[in-house]
């Protein structure tokens, strides 16, 4: 019998999850394996596990800014007026299933910073085995280990036997053979393997690759894994609208959770929970939430004729992202880019090679590098570098009326700033180029409508002092929140990219990749500046920054200090101030920004959610 709506909302679960994306696919499959407990799942998106755009590595790009793939979420405009686009998954498996497949990973001293902010039981040594439970780790071919410098790979650290399949790409371009000799001749070849929590350096990257060459997601995985369950349902293509609580608290004044709303066609309904909710909705959808159920600031809640049944301002707030920089150059002659893939028989040559023998173009990948402050001053001429002194007296945060939690965040990530030891920045490329114009519009910013080749090197800011939020703006829960970044709102942010941007013009000039550009990395894309100065870097990194799509950080897990920045909306388990059987599961709850791409985090943060629900019993 064919799951329905109505037959959804008459079943009481033991569990109810919002969203079925890459935390709430993990929280599912792993509640479900005890058949002793239901679990029901919401999502808004609808299966797409056997789709070739989601499948196919090379195309990850086509589906941003598609309503039948994403989200669609933009920023409220931000500095020089730029709205950026955050594509956010929107199909069984979320964003793990739209995003560019790398699998990189956050530093042990990220983990234990979130210790320190007052979650107790939290460090690295606590969450690493998570990590590993998420992970099936495949690893290369001999001739790649020596070809593309991967012998920095500790085994010990990875994963063996989980659902998520890494490996490294099958096809490397020229651009991606030149990286680890390039960053050799910078003397920042990899030091160790960054998945045991500690290296540094350029390296080829593993990838969310499975043994075919296609994409390992939650969506094909976790969900995979456990959707014949009997006792595992999941809604799709329905709206969760709020959560629900009853009339009367319990024994110690918090709020009772029901069960959730949801929206499927146009009829709203109502399911029940007889043990938790759990809000796995990210970044920007679970604050929303929580909102629209009437936790959060009275001030936000008031504004848009909601009723108060329990005010935390830390509620949307105290969102941070990875903001991202582009510099792009002239391709050497002859050289293959995806601009060549603008001829159709060409395109249509290396879809056959991917369908036919699961490599080419198609099968690619970014490698990265991971670098301190330090390393990236190590690059550049005396006369660019800009360094960065720890001030005479604490700085607090930008936010007036801060909390203490605002400045420990800002004193911890100073510190990994100055450290030698911690990334600072985050760099990879695109065998392409770019329009930085069009930040609002995904479909069109990674890529060029220019004739010609090119090159494209991406920084990211790996530790951003810069705080936002995301509110909602209307009590409609089809309304999108507003979205506020805040980039560059710090003048750390901007002093930090700044040097990034001016690293990527150094790596460009560097061989072996130098060769592969045009005047040996000094022909800029048309529409870039000719040479990047101290005089012009500034302007630049205002007029050109975009994200990487890493936001997290809404529901914060830290003590509850009366809200705002640094304040909790969960604790150390996840759940919910002020209310009893409800938590949240996903990037949102992460205080506290970390190196790389999030993929991983939230495989291991559901991985180790799901055992404390375990633990629990309910509630």
Not at 425 to 432: A, T, V, Y
Not at 519 to 540: C, D, H, R
Not at 573 to 588: E, I, K, N, P
Request: net charge neutral.
């Amino acid at each position: 019998m064919a799951l329905t709506a109505a037959s959804f909302a008459a079943t009481t679960f033991d569990y109810l999850i919002a969203g079925g994306g890459t935390a709430g696919l993990t929280l599912a499959a792993r509640l479900s394996e005890n058949p002793a407990v239901t679990v029901g799942v919401i999502e808004a998106g609808v299966d797409r596990s056997n789709d070739p755009k989601v499948l196919t590595p090379g195309l990850a790009a086509t589906m941003w800014g598609d309503e039948n793939y994403d989200w669609i979420y933009k920023t409220v405009p931000q500095t020089n007026g730029r709205e950026v686009a955050h594509p956010r998954g929107k199909l069984l498996g979320g964003s793990s299933g739209i995003n560019l497949n790398l699998w990189t990973h956050a530093s042990r001293r990220d983990i234990d910073d979130w210790g320190l902010l007052g979650n107790k039981g939290w460090s690295w040594a606590d969450l690493f085995p998570f990590y590993k439970r998420s992970e099936n780790y495949i690893p290369p071919p001999p001739a790649d280990v020596e070809a593309e410098a991967i012998n920095f790979v500790d085994p010990a650290c990875h994963g063996e036997g989980g659902p998520v399949q890494t490996k490294f790409p099958p096809f490397y371009s020229e651009f991606y053979d030149a990286w680890s000799p390039t960053y050799a001749n910078l003397n920042l070849s990899v030091d160790s393997d960054l998945r045991c929590g500690l290296g540094l350096g350029g390296a080829t990257t593993l990838a969310t690759f499975d043994k075919e060459n296609a994409r390992s997601y939650a969506g094909n995985t976790y969900y995979s894994l456990s959707k014949n369950r009997p006792n595992l349902k999941i809604l799709t293509d329905a709206l969760v609208t709020k959560v629900n609580f009853y009339r009367r608290k319990d024994s110690a004044g918090k709020l009772r959770v029901e069960g959730l709303s949801f929206r499927s066609g146009r009829r709203t309904r109502t399911v029940k929970a007889s043990r938790e909710v759990i809000l796995s909705a990210g970044t920007f959808q679970s604050p929303q939430l929580l909102e629209l159920s009437g936790i959060g600031s009275a001030a936000v809640l008031g504004k848009n004729n909601i009723p108060v049944l329990y005010e935390n301002p830390a509620v949307g707030e105290n969102l941070q992202d990875h903001l991202l920089l582009p510099l792009s150059f002239t391709a050497a002659p002859g050289l293959a880019t995806q601009e060549s893939l603008r001829n159709v028989t060409l395109f249509n040559e290396a879809l056959a090679l991917y369908a036919n023998e699961r490599t080419g173009p198609l099968a690619s990948e970014t490698p990265t590098a991971h670098l301190s402050y330090a390393q990236l001053l190590s690059t550049l001429p005396p006369e660019l570098r800009i360094p960065v002194r720890r001030p005479p007296t604490p700085h607090s945060s930008t936010t007036p009326g801060a909390s203490q939690g605002a400045a420990q965040q800002y004193e911890l990530t100073l510190n990994k700033l100055l450290s030698p030891t911690e990334a600072a920045g985050q760099i990879l490329f695109i065998p392409g180029g770019t329009t930085p114009a069009a930040v609002a519009n995904t479909s069109l910013y990674l890529s060029t409508p220019l004739p010609g080749n090119y090159f494209t090197l991406f920084g990211a800011l790996e530790r951003p002092f810069s705080r936002g939020s995301v509110h909602i703006v209307s009590s409609d829960p089809a309304a999108k929140p507003a979205v506020d970044p805040a980039y560059l709102s710090h003048p750390l942010d901007l002093l930090v990219a700044s040097t990034i941007v001016l690293h990527m013009q150094a790596l460009a000039r560097t061989h072996p990749l130098a060769s592969l550009l045009a005047g040996n990395g000094t022909v800029p894309q048309p529409g870039f500046p000719e040479a990047i100065t101290l005089a012009n870097v500034a302007s630049f990194v205002k007029g050109a920054f975009s994200s990487e799509y890493h936001p997290l950080g809404t529901c914060a897990m830290a003590p509850l200090r009366g809200g705002g920045v640094g304040g909790g909306v969960v604790d150390e388990r996840f759940r919910v101030y002020g209310t009893s059987g409800l938590r949240v599961v996903d990037a949102s709850v992460a205080p506290l920004m970390v190196r790389g791409n999030l993929a991983s985090l939230v495989y291991a943060l559901a991985e180790r959610g799901a055992g404390f629900i375990m633990e629990d019993g309910g509630r």
